[in-house]
């Protein structure tokens, strides 16, 4: 008989989740799926993570601050911050398809776990104030709208592919150039 591995049972279903969720979204995702792919009981899915809605707030908190390790905020270097967001968002597409989930479900009303979340961005603001306090980047902008800007210009290339395409070419040409040019926009909006 095998030892059981709860670590590993949580970091199964946890994987399964993601996928899920990146796919389907809150309510299109089912919990008979994730516990079929992960190999794991339904029970031990809502025992280790609370019901659905639950487990989707758990798997995007986790991947949102995996993501703020991975390439936090840097003032002074504006540009290779935007490359490094993209490099991610291109590595882990899965993130970005979660949060626009969660926005088509939730919208504007408040979000399990807001606080967390609310804690989270409330760093990365905290180092574009001490950057523009420095003078690194422009205080023309107060640093949340800043923030707010400058993810959705490096983002939104990996959130809407097909409009990439359309307009842009998708050719590795297209892309490298659409990437200068979403650094130099970064800049400029930044620029002392």
Known sequence: MAARDP????????EAAVAEFARH????ARIDRIAGE????????YAYFGNKAEL???????KMLHLAEAVPVDPDDIESWI???MDYHAAHPELLRLLFWEGLEYGSTELPHESDRQEHYARKVAALQEGQRRGAVTDAIPAADLLFLLTALANWTAVVPQMRRILVGEGEPDRDRLRASVKEAARRLTAR
Do not use: C, H, P
């Open 7 to 14: 670590e590993a049972t949580k970091a199964r279903i946890f």
């Open 25 to 28: 979204g809150i309510a299109g």
């Open 38 to 45: 992960a190999k794991a009981n339904k029970q031990l899915i």
């Open 56 to 62: 989707f707030a758990i798997v995007l908190e986790k």
């Open 83 to 85: 490359d490094r967001l």
